[in-house]
């Protein structure tokens, strides 16, 4: 048996104690999921890329407020660390930029994800607002009975087939920026359209309501953004097979900085 000297004893100790630190990272005991204050992300964090989320996409904390799932009182409480957001708030976050649910809480380091950039154009598109007891609003309201979706015409916008054909977009659209992009720019759309353009025409018999959008009273900026992301991109046009080997490094009109800059803060 040889000789065992200190340091070999030293270096074997030290081999141990990582291999009980990577079980201890890796193993998740029942009881700390159990405890109230259990988190799955780092506060700091979240304050951090919700900051540079707000700043990448132009947006202040009372435009986001007027989607209608968290006040800008409340906006102001997470980015303070005052508050956390709930489930359903960061969902819905998320939803309304593209930016993957992941990243936002610190988990993945990567802004977008693919599978959940598709479900999100699946469900938006058509767009869509709800009636909830003859009231337009932009989510379906859960306690109301009769909510009924109601498709939006925006017949205003054209989209290239490239765009319109989920096997030809993922093609021609590879770039998830660009795409998220889009998806924030059709939730400000349908904004607009619910805050300004949005009426209800009285049947003869004054029960009936027709639903139809002033189309003059939309937001140019917004349908131009949308035009020049759907249509600048040279790839348009070709054959798919040309189309999938083609290099293609769009602009997306909104870039999350990599850090964040108080400048701009409300």
Known sequence: MPYETASTKKKEKEEKDKIATKKKIFYLK??????????????STFQNRLRR????YK????????????SKTTLDYWINGRSK???????????IFGVSLDWIVGISPAYYNQPYISWLEYSLLPLKLFINDGKASFYPDPSCKNCKPLPLDISILSFPK??????????YYDQYAIRANLIFLFNMLKLDILTNAFRFINGENNETHYPYIENSKLNPDILNQIRSLLFDNPRLGLPEEIAANKFYKGHPSFIIPKEYDNSDEE
């Open 30 to 43: 029942k009881e700390n999921l159990d405890k109230p204050n259990y988190e799955i992300f780092t506060p």
């Open 85 to 95: 957001p709930t489930i359903d708030a960061l969902t819905k976050f998320s939803a």
């Open 162 to 171: 490239e765009y319109c054909d989920f096997r030809l977009r993922e093609i």
């Open 53 to 56: 989320i707000l700043n990448g």
């Open 59 to 70: 947006i202040s904390r009372a435009q986001l407020a007027q989607f209608g799932f968290v």
